[in-house]
């Protein structure tokens, strides 16, 4: 058992389904206290699990969480929340360009800067912000995903050498193609099928892959990992 030392509080946006809710579960059960956002009224998060609602593109609706984030002390924060606009780029209205950077990369970037400062007073903190392979390579049809995932990467970067010297880790998780409502959305079984072929393990990874990487680039394990952007893909990057 986890002494009351090592329990943190967690703050895992999107996490009512898909890899955010696998992170936010495992968290759980790691012993740490769990804070999730989704932008339904309702969710079926555990009863351990503390749910707020939020619209990251409702500027009324942010405002009211970051008031609610303030009062809180946040230990790990993991900016999973994203979405996704596919398209090709002369016929993605600016609108929706707008609100991809606004979920993906806005988001992240404030509530960062929302939980920092009680980090540094802790001298201890873990951010990880989920990316995607899309932040690491890219395809047609993706500019505003890749420009959001490729962004935050930067900004882990810039985050971490301004924080690290505070005992504060902040990295990316950038996941492959993994067994999702959202993935088979996007791909279709056809598009499944071809993202199969093309990953050299030959299959789609789970959200608990990804959420034992987040568990541990957030625990008390984790003394020296910072700064990275670590793909979890089957090694679909590197071939």
């Known amino acids: 058992m986890m ?9 895992v946006t999107g996490g009512t389904r898909g890899i955010g809710k696998a992170i936010a579960e495992k968290l759980c059960d790691d012993g740490h206290d769990v804070i999730v956002t989704g ?3 309702s969710n079926d998060c555990s009863e351990n699990i503390t749910y707020r609602q939020v619209n990251f593109l409702d500027d ?5 969480f970051e008031r609610f984030i303030e009062k809180e002390h946040i230990d790990i924060l993991v900016n999973n929340a994203g979405i996704n606009k596919i398209g090709e780029i002369s016929e993605i209205p600016l609108e929706e360009f707008d609100d991809v950077v606004k979920v993906n990369l806005r988001a992240p970037f404030r509530l960062t800067q929302l939980v920092i400062p009680k980090m540094k007073k802790e001298n201890w903190g873990r951010i990880v912000n989920i990316s995607s392979v899309f932040g690491k390579v ?5 500019a505003p995903y890749s420009a959001t995932k490729f962004g935050i990467d930067g900004m882990t ?12 880790l902040v990295n990316s998780v950038a996941p492959g193609f993994i067994e999702t ?4 959305t996007i791909l279709g079984e056809s598009g499944i099928s071809e993202m ?7 299959r789609l990874g789970s959200p608990e892959e990804v959420s034992k990487l987040v568990s541990w680039l957030v625990s008390e ?6 700064s990275q952007n670590i793909a979890i893909d089957g090694g679909f990057t590197r071939v």
């Open 3 to 11: 002494n009351d030392k090592s329990i943190k509080t967690a703050l």
């Open 39 to 41: 932008t339904s009224k």
């Open 60 to 64: 009324k609706s942010f405002l009211s």
């Open 138 to 142: 890219s395809k047609e049809h993706r």
């Open 157 to 168: 970067v810039a985050i971490s050498a301004e924080v690290s010297r505070y005992g504060i």
């Open 181 to 184: 409502d959202m993935t088979r």
């Open 196 to 202: 199969k072929a093309k990953v050299p393990m030959a």
């Open 221 to 226: 394990e984790n003394t020296y990992v910072t």
